[in-house]
């Protein structure tokens, strides 16, 4: 069974930094691109970042320069370093991956077929 479980989502002030981490079970994890995404309320789901099985990156503009994306093999596990955290980074943030491995997802939700429940992150002015 697919499974994805994020955590480290909190309140944070302006400028301040939080590390997400998403656990994913073996299956899904080694030739997957791995990606974040958030929402806001009242918002639609936007791509954050994402990182392929070679471990290159892709970011979305609004957070390139202030958020790192990683993954370690050994945990099966996905990092989003945030850093520099503005009150508009305030989202649900979610981890996903796509339908199968080798895929080149691509950063429209639509390419991801696995998510996880997500972690809220709030920043405060």
């Known amino acids: 069974q697919v499974q994805l479980v994020e955590s480290g989502g909190g309140l944070v002030q302006a400028g301040g930094s939080l590390r997400l981490s998403c656990a994913a079970s073996?299956?899904?994890?080694?030739?997957?691109?791995m990606a974040w995404f958030r929402q806001a309320p009242g918002k639609e789901r936007e791509f954050v970042a994402a990182?392929?099985?070679?471990?290159?990156?892709t970011y979305s503009a609004d957070v390139k320069g202030r958020f790192a994306i990683s993954r370690d093999s050994a945990k099966n596990t996905v990092y989003l370093q945030m850093n520099s955290l503005k009150p508009e980074d305030t989202a649900r943030y979610y981890c996903a991956a796509p339908g199968s491995g080798f895929d080149s997802p691509g950063t429209s939700s639509y390419g991801y077929q696995h998510w996880g429940q997500g972690t809220q992150v709030t920043v405060s002015s």
């Open positions: 073996g299956s899904i994890f080694r030739y997957h691109t």
């Open positions: 990182v392929d099985w070679k471990a290159l990156s």
